[in-house]
């Protein structure tokens, strides 16, 4: 590390990872959504403080994100495969012990990306080179990738409703109309958000939970490994998201161990994004809004952000332990169908809100309605939820395959 | 009636496919905005003058490629336009598509999503429909080499234009470097200056 770690730089940082607490518990706030927000405060802090602000909130969102997916059971894209699972996990009264494996699975998924950097940096691999060279296989595999879930799914018939209905979906969106600022918060709000809620408007109260830590094991550092992997490996693949990198990964491991899968899926968000943001000191390039935003700052990175990383997953993780304890000691005594039907209201007002600055807010509110229909028969389908990835697949295959 | 769960995934399965094909009709209104007043993923439409154009051309000075265009509005803010591929080819097409070629001074209008890049604003055409000419200001002509030898001719790599076969300097310049000229205004447009020698003999 060739600059020394800056005090005001680690409080911008804690700063960031108390402002991921808050975003993190609302169910429809995107990373990518908070970006632009956050830059409202660059011209205050400056650029360094920034850059340690946004790794804070960005780590902090991803670990605490799985709160609302596993307590309230409304999940967005990076979560929408283990939604389920933890959700039926906290019905039953476990909902500690997933979220924890989550986040077990994402602090260790950071370590050993970190890991993996360095062994990239020591063998000076051509990262760019790679991907140039693999860039027109792209839609391909991704045509593949959709192919084999296909294949694996239990309900292949509303499987391909789901994929077909999303990616035409998709396509209309974001490849025939010119790009409006946000629409994708619209979209998952509406497609991971709102039908899952809508179930949940019927239940009054959940079991009562037991808060207790999981048992660990080291072999379950070898799902961690993997999911690591996964995130580097969806570098690679624009427009998929964690979670249908983990649904492949889960088909291809053949993972029916509930403990594994939910390790592995903390590790493939945690990893990829981690990945992203290192990616800016290996090629200069990153594909996450996060990389992107600090790529746009124009400001020489250096490698003390590592350190900045570590000290956010620590913070993070800390953070779920204690946040997810007080959740779950209160959840079984609230009304859960009155928190649902706030969260619809407040999910709603966000989107409103951005379609309304947008100055497109009658097209937003069709693409809201549209993806929370396409949702809602995802859910009454019982077809995976991953499968409505396809809203971004479909575009991106397209684009490849047309330019 | 009562909204079974076949029901409820019925009228979702409808509201999907018409609210795709309603979409697939649906037509964004672009917001007409001056330069200054833009933001990042704005969706917008502009009129301006074009300040600039970075252009490939062969070695007869025909345009090959358009890089980018530079276009400025009464606000004070610039603005590129780029293209990419095939579009970049329709672009190109439709700058040559006037006499003379639309130039610095022209006002056209371009339609897109904003985009930052370097701390730049651009737009990039995902369409030659979304780039129009709204009106022909600059009408100097356009100036190109010729293929085949006269008696205007100068170095490539030089300033100064020959008007004479036998001028000792201008027999120096070797065959693979020498350009020529359809007149002796076009090399003057191109900022060369006529040599001494040759300014002398054609004087006597």
């Known amino acids: 590390m060739n600059q020394a770690i800056n005090p005001f730089n680690l409080i911008f940082l804690f700063l960031g990872c108390i402002c991921g607490t808050f975003t993190g518990l609302l169910p429809g706030i995107h990373p990518n959504t908070l970006i632009p927000i956050s830059l409202l405060i660059l011209p205050y802090i400056g650029s360094q403080n920034y850059v340690c602000f946004l790794i804070g909130i960005v780590i902090t969102h991803y670990f605490i994100n799985y709160i609302p997916s596993s307590f309230i059971g409304v999940p967005d894209d990076e979560t929408a495969v283990s939604v389920l699972p933890l959700h039926n996990l906290t019905l039953k009264g476990y909902g500690y012990e997933g979220v924890m494996l989550c986040g077990f699975g994402g602090f260790f998924g950071i370590i050993i990306s970190i890991f993996l950097f360095f062994i990239l940096l020591f063998i000076n691999i051509d990262i760019y080179g790679t991907y140039q060279s693999f860039k027109p296989f792209i839609p391909y595999v991704l045509i593949l990738l959709l192919f084999i879930s296909v294949i694996f799914s239990k309900n292949r018939f509303w499987s391909i409703v789901v994929i077909i209905l999303s990616g035409l979906f998709g396509i209309e969106v974001l490849y025939n109309h010119s790009s409006v600022s946000n629409i994708l918060t619209a979209i998952f709000t509406g497609m991971f958000g709102i039908p899952l809620l809508l179930e949940n408007l019927k239940k009054n109260k959940i079991n009562h939970q037991i808060i207790t830590f999981p048992n660990l094991n080291v072999s379950i550092l070898k799902y961690v490994f993997v999911g690591t992997i996964g995130g580097f490996i969806r570098i690679f693949l624009p427009a998929i998201g964690g979670a249908q990198i983990n649904f492949f990964l889960s088909k291809l491991i053949r993972e029916n161990n509930i403990k594994n899968f939910l390790v592995s899926q903390g590790a493939i968000t945690l990893s990829n994004e981690v990945f992203s943001i290192l990616a800016l000191l290996l090629i200069g390039y990153g594909r996450s809004g996060t990389a992107v935003a600090i790529k746009n700052l124009s400001i020489n990175l250096h490698f003390n952000i590592i350190v900045y990383m570590l000290i956010g997953a620590g913070v993070g993780y800390a953070i779920l332990c204690s946040v997810s304890k007080y959740f779950l000691r209160y959840i079984s005594y609230v009304n859960y169908g009155k928190i649902s039907f706030y969260l619809v209201l407040f999910c709603s007002a966000v989107v409103f809100i951005l379609g309304y600055f947008s100055n497109y807010l009658f097209y937003y509110l069709v693409v809201y309605a549209i993806s929370a229909c396409i949702g809602i028969l995802c859910v009454k389908s019982k077809v995976n939820m991953s499968y409505m990835m396809s809203v971004l697949v479909f575009p991106t295959v397209l684009y490849y395959i047309m330019h | ?204």
């Not at chain 2, 606000?75 to 672009?91: E, M, P, Q, T």
């Not at chain 2, 190109?144 to 001719?153: F, Q």
């Not at chain 2, 300033?159 to 693979?176: A, F, L, M, R, V």
Request: hydrophobic residues 30%; glycine residues 6%.
């Open chain 2, 1 to 204: 009636m009562k909204l079974t769960e076949k029901r409820i995934m019925a009228i979702c399965f409808g509201a999907v496919l018409m609210g795709v094909v309603f979409l697939h009709f649906y037509e964004l209104t672009p917001r007409t905005i001056k330069i200054a007043d833009i933001n990042e993923g704005d969706y917008v439409k502009i009129t301006g003058v074009i300040q600039g154009i970075k252009l490939v051309r062969d070695k007869y000075r025909h345009i090959k490629k358009i890089k980018y265009i530079k276009i400025r509005d009464d606000s004070g803010g610039d603005l590129r336009i780029y293209a990419f591929k095939n579009v970049n080819k329709d672009l190109t097409n439709y700058i040559k598509s006037t006499n003379p070629t639309i130039k610095e001074g022209d006002i056209v209008e371009v339609i897109g999503t904003v985009k930052v890049y370097n701390g730049l604003y651009e737009i990039v055409l995902d369409n030659i429909s979304n780039f129009k000419l709204i009106e022909k200001k600059n009408f100097k002509r356009d100036i190109y080499l010729s293929p085949t030898p006269t008696n205007i001719y100068a170095s490539k790599n030089g300033k100064t234009y020959h008007t004479s076969k036998n001028c000792p300097y201008g027999k120096k310049i070797k065959e693979d470097n020498r350009i020529y000229f359809y007149s002796e205004e076009d090399a003057k447009e191109l900022g060369y200056k006529k040599c001494k020698w040759c300014e002398d003999e054609s004087g006597n």
